[in-house]
């Protein structure tokens, strides 16, 4: 299996979802980021945060040379891609592969990614650097893949659709919230900026 330390175990980065809410058996996790990529609420979710019928919308990662040749309202982004990576121990790597090959199903690619831990983050024992993490991520040739979104359009969207694993807005509150714990640089405004115009929709819808 790809990707693997020399003695086994496998580090997986999370960029979304799976910041706040990690994958199990992980020994170790640490904050910090990747780079030459931009977070995107581009891709559709047809099993967690909406359904086939309905669905909702959750984070991706583009290359960054790629999106810079869109046309992309929030025309800005980090130069680094911050979430958490996670050590999964080897007797536990098969299990969580599975469970991940799930739970990111609905129209993601694994890739490989150079993590690099925060500058802040201690730890008991020595750390590669980078890291080699495993990443999923919704590639724009994927059925799933939207393309650049109006972000007012794009909020009201996210308010207004839920799945079976919750409101696509949680999802969204919860990615704003976890990103902006990780570090003092890490907060994303694409995602900062849905989060404002998502809960003034709610705010306005409960007049």
């Given at each position: 299996?790809s990707?693997l330390?020399d003695?086994?175990?496998?580090?997986?980065?999370?960029?979304?979802?799976?910041?706040?809410?990690?994958?199990?058996?992980?020994?170790?996790r640490v904050?910090?980021y990747?780079?030459?990529?931009?977070?995107?609420?581009w891709?559709?979710?047809?099993?967690?945060r909406g359904?086939?019928?309905?669905?909702?919308r959750?984070v991706?990662l583009?290359?960054?040379?790629?999106w810079?040749k869109?046309?992309d309202?929030?025309?800005?982004a980090?130069?680094?891609?911050?979430?958490?990576?996670y050590?999964?121990?080897?007797?536990?790597?098969?299990?969580?592969?599975?469970?991940?090959?799930i739970?990111?199903i609905n129209?993601?690619?694994?890739l490989?990614?150079?993590?690099?831990p925060?500058?802040?983050?201690?730890?008991?024992?020595?750390?590669?650097?980078?890291?080699h993490?495993l990443?999923?991520?919704?590639?724009?040739d994927?059925p799933q893949?939207?393309?650049?979104?109006?972000p007012?359009?794009?909020a009201?969207?996210i308010?207004?659709?839920?799945?079976?694993?919750?409101e696509?807005?949680d999802?969204l509150?919860?990615?704003?919230?976890a990103l902006?714990?990780?570090s003092?640089?890490?907060?994303?405004?694409?995602?900062h900026?849905?989060?404002?115009?998502c809960?003034k929709?709610?705010?306005?819808?409960a007049?």
């Amino acid at each position: 299996m790809s990707g693997l330390t020399d003695g086994g175990d496998l580090w997986l980065f999370g960029y979304g979802s799976l910041i706040w809410k990690p994958p199990p058996h992980y020994d170790l996790r640490v904050p910090g980021y990747i780079e030459g990529y931009v977070r995107r609420f581009w891709q559709a979710s047809e099993d967690h945060r909406g359904t086939p019928e309905a669905p909702g919308r959750v984070v991706t990662l583009l290359d960054r040379d790629f999106w810079e040749k869109l046309v992309d309202e929030h025309s800005e982004a980090p130069e680094l891609t911050w979430g958490a990576a996670y050590r999964i121990p080897a007797p536990r790597v098969e299990e969580v592969r599975e469970y991940l090959d799930i739970r990111e199903i609905n129209g993601y690619s694994m890739l490989y990614v150079p993590f690099h831990p925060a500058p802040s983050f201690e730890s008991k024992e020595e750390l590669p650097q980078p890291i080699h993490c495993l990443v999923y991520i919704g590639l724009p040739d994927n059925p799933q893949f939207m393309g650049p979104q109006d972000p007012q359009l794009l909020a009201e969207h996210i308010v207004a659709h839920k799945g079976p694993s919750g409101e696509n807005k949680d999802y969204l509150y919860s990615l704003d919230k976890a990103l902006e714990q990780l570090s003092d640089e890490s907060r994303d405004e694409h995602v900062h900026d849905l989060a404002r115009r998502c809960r003034k929709i709610e705010v306005k819808r409960a007049r």
